[in-house]
């Protein structure tokens, strides 16, 4: 009676844990998050934030702390410059990044942005 009753508790605890599990890997990331950065401005921002992390890059600090906090404070200013709050970025680049096709449309007009800021800085230069 007891070993039927251990072989009930074993099974009753995996369907359970079958049933979370299939219930997490079906929800995906295809449900478009509230306030989702359209694709255009997602790509402008995305532009800035690689432009602040090559700043950082070229400051020379050692420590990683530090890093991340003058990043963290140049990522601050980019959200705010366009009016985006962390969670409406951060849900957005998830979204974006659990669909291939639209993220690389995305990077592309990165790319684009970086070279003609790089044109124009060259022109500048000039």
């Not at 219930?23 to 509230?34: L, M, N």
Request: charged share 25%; aromatic share 10%; with cysteine.
């Amino acid at each position: 009676m007891h070993q039927i009753m251990l072989t009930r508790i074993r099974f009753f605890w995996v369907f359970l844990l079958a049933v979370w599990i299939g219930q997490a890997c079906s929800t995906t990331e295809d449900t478009r998050p509230k306030n989702l950065i359209p694709q255009e401005r997602m790509a402008e921002i995305l532009t800035e934030v690689h432009l602040a992390e090559a700043r950082v890059g070229r400051l020379g600090i050692t420590t990683t702390d530090s890093s991340n906090i003058v990043y963290r404070r140049l990522e601050k200013g980019i959200l705010k410059k366009y009016q985006v709050d962390t969670s409406a970025y951060t849900r957005s680049y998830v979204y974006y990044s659990s669909h291939p096709d639209k993220m690389e449309a995305i990077y592309k007009q990165v790319v684009d942005n970086l070279k003609e800021k790089i044109d124009s800085t060259s022109k500048t230069r000039l």
